[in-house]
């Protein structure tokens, strides 16, 4: 199993700032994929990173893919309640077709 | 129209009952997930199928069984539910070959007393 740590845990902002949270791994990964996952729903895709050092923007939400392919983050400009949710990461294709989510880190952005 | 859709939304129940939760995708997707989300919110895969056919099995008690009648389809059947099967349980279905995106119905919460 592949294992991914998220940081940190949980992160309780103002609305306005700015925030980055992290996926981190021991193991190299062809592509890793970010979710966001609102209370009471499932999680969503937002995006997918698939070279190394790669940049993707969606909106105000920059994700990046670490050089060695090894690592993942998410930094958010001026974030807004909306972005409220726990955001996951996990390897797009890992052995045996499985996918093992990050332990996830909780956003909170008050108004 | 909902792309997975899973019913019930909540399901309370006595230890020691049999329960089951239905899902259904009109993506036309071939690859059908159970996953469990803990309190911590750590989201585990527990069974995955591939038109109709099991391809993961993670370390999942014998009370859990899925049941898949079309590649459209995957319930899961917990028998002598126990307190710590209470979590949310999501079904997800992808189309594989395009990266595995995953895509979830909004969660079964199951609460066993």
């Known amino acids: 199993t592949q294992l991914l740590e998220q940081s940190p845990q949980f992160l309780s902002i103002q609305e306005g700032e700015n925030l980055t949270v992290y996926c981190n791994s021991s193991s190299v990964f062809s592509s890793l994929q970010w979710y966001r996952q609102e209370p009471g729903e499932g999680p969503v895709l937002l995006v997918t990173v698939v070279t190394g050092g790669e940049v993707k923007k969606l909106k105000r939400l920059t994700f990046q893919f670490g050089d060695a392919r090894k690592d993942s983050s998410l930094h958010i400009t001026a974030a807004q309640p909306g972005d409220t949710g726990l955001y996951l990461c996990?390897?797009?294709?890992?052995?045996?077709?499985?996918?093992?989510f990050g332990g996830g880190t909780r956003v909170l952005v008050k108004p | 129209d909902t792309a997975v859709s899973q019913t019930p939304k909540y399901l309370v129940t006595q230890m020691g009952n049999d329960k089951s939760i239905k899902c259904e995708q009109n993506l036309g997707h071939d690859t059908m997930y159970w996953y469990k989300q803990d309190s911590k919110k750590f989201l585990k895969i527990m069974f995955s199928?591939?038109?109709?056919?099991?391809?993961i099995n993670e370390t999942v008690p014998n009370r859990f069984s899925p049941k898949s009648p079309d590649k459209a389809h995957l319930n899961l059947h917990i028998n002598s539910l126990e307190l710590g099967d209470s979590a949310v349980y999501f079904c997800?279905?992808?189309?594989?070959?395009?990266?595995?995106?995953?895509?979830f119905g909004s969660g079964t919460q199951l609460s066993v007393l």
């Open positions: 996990a390897p797009s294709k890992a052995a045996g077709n499985k996918l093992t």
């Open positions: 199928y591939n038109n109709k056919e099991l391809i």
């Open positions: 997800a279905s992808s189309q594989r070959g395009l990266g595995e995106k995953l895509f």
